[in-house]
């Protein structure tokens, strides 16, 4: 037989890794195309019933995408998804429900609450479920930490930014205010709450395993003052190049943080 009637190669086919790691974009896609579906009906009908599903759509989308990133950008799975689904679900609530009632309380005895202590209630709040976690579970993989603490900040993200919602349909009955404030929070979620849990949470998970204690501590008091403080700034100062600065640091920041969990060695 001659060579040159060897069939010919076939293209190889991609690797599943590959794709897996693009899952964040199909989020985002099948999410946003969702969320114009729902939008259509719901402008078409006048059926409010659609409403819950185009608040929920246009608060979940972003974050999502960005928690599947997180956890599915390497070759290697970190954090089964169950528990990334349990943490998320888990850490927006009760990070919503403990913030929310501390808020509330410091109102009622000061009065007027200050930035400063809005931030240091919330990024507080989002590291109850990721603690737990820490305590109570195997996975303490120093790499794991960024990725639950992003599944934290995004269910606190996303269930803050129904709260935006559903009150903008209250105060101005108008679908253009509920839109505007979603597409408004989604947006910015990624460089806030998602990006500051999922730092401060990536220093936590690091003292574990981290043989100088305490330099692994002195590390995650930074990160977590440095996120109240970005907390606040961003709150308080309505200003679009602070909230360019803070947003686009603090993402960048967690983009770098998860790129070294997924490229980092193994511990032994």
């Given at each position: 037989m001659?060579?040159?009637?060897?069939p010919a190669?076939?293209?190889?086919?991609?690797?599943?890794g590959r794709?897996?790691r693009?899952?964040?974009?199909?989020?985002l896609?099948?999410?946003?195309?969702?969320?114009?579906l729902?939008?259509r009906?719901?402008?078409?009908?006048?059926?409010l019933?659609f409403v819950?599903?185009?608040?929920?759509?246009?608060s979940?989308v972003?974050?999502?995408?960005?928690l599947?990133f997180?956890?599915?950008?390497g070759?290697q799975?970190l954090v089964?998804p169950?528990?990334?689904?349990?943490?998320a679900v888990?850490?927006g609530?009760?990070g919503?429900?403990?913030?929310?009632?501390?808020?509330?309380?410091?109102l009622?005895?000061?009065g007027?609450l200050?930035m400063?202590?809005?931030?240091?209630?919330?990024?507080?709040a989002k590291l109850?479920?990721?603690?737990?976690?820490?305590?109570?579970?195997?996975?303490r993989?120093?790499?794991?930490?960024?990725?639950?603490?992003?599944?934290?900040?995004?269910g606190?993200?996303?269930?803050?930014?129904?709260g935006y919602g559903f009150?903008?349909l209250l105060r101005s009955?108008?679908l253009v205010?509920?839109e505007?404030t979603l597409l408004?929070?989604?947006?910015l979620?990624p460089a806030?709450h998602v990006a500051?849990?999922g730092l401060t949470?990536?220093?936590?998970w690091?003292v574990?395993?981290d043989?100088r204690?305490?330099?692994a501590?002195a590390?995650?008091v930074g990160?977590?003052?440095?996120a109240?403080?970005?907390h606040?700034?961003?709150?308080g100062?309505?200003?679009l190049?602070?909230h360019?600065?803070v947003?686009?640091?603090s993402?960048?920041a967690?983009l770098v943080?998860?790129?070294?969990?997924h490229?980092?060695?193994?511990?032994a």
């Amino acid at each position: 037989m001659t060579t040159a009637s060897l069939p010919a190669p076939s293209p190889a086919a991609p690797r599943p890794g590959r794709l897996r790691r693009l899952g964040w974009l199909w989020v985002l896609l099948a999410g946003a195309l969702a969320y114009l579906l729902v939008l259509r009906t719901l402008v078409a009908t006048e059926n409010l019933n659609f409403v819950p599903s185009l608040i929920l759509l246009g608060s979940i989308v972003v974050p999502a995408s960005v928690l599947v990133f997180a956890a599915s950008s390497g070759r290697q799975v970190l954090v089964p998804p169950g528990l990334i689904a349990l943490v998320a679900v888990l850490g927006g609530v009760v990070g919503t429900v403990a913030a929310g009632t501390l808020e509330y309380d410091a109102l009622h005895r000061l009065g007027a609450l200050p930035m400063i202590m809005v931030g240091l209630i919330e990024e507080s709040a989002k590291l109850v479920v990721p603690l737990v976690v820490l305590l109570v579970t195997r996975y303490r993989d120093p790499r794991a930490g960024v990725i639950v603490g992003v599944a934290s900040g995004m269910g606190f993200a996303t269930l803050e930014t129904m709260g935006y919602g559903f009150n903008a349909l209250l105060r101005s009955g108008s679908l253009v205010s509920v839109e505007q404030t979603l597409l408004l929070r989604a947006l910015l979620s990624p460089a806030g709450h998602v990006a500051w849990t999922g730092l401060t949470v990536a220093a936590l998970w690091a003292v574990a395993s981290d043989p100088r204690k305490g330099r692994a501590v002195a590390r995650l008091v930074g990160v977590f003052v440095a996120a109240v403080l970005l907390h606040a700034a961003w709150d308080g100062l309505d200003n679009l190049w602070v909230h360019l600065v803070v947003g686009g640091g603090s993402f960048a920041a967690l983009l770098v943080v998860i790129h070294r969990a997924h490229r980092g060695p193994k511990p032994a």
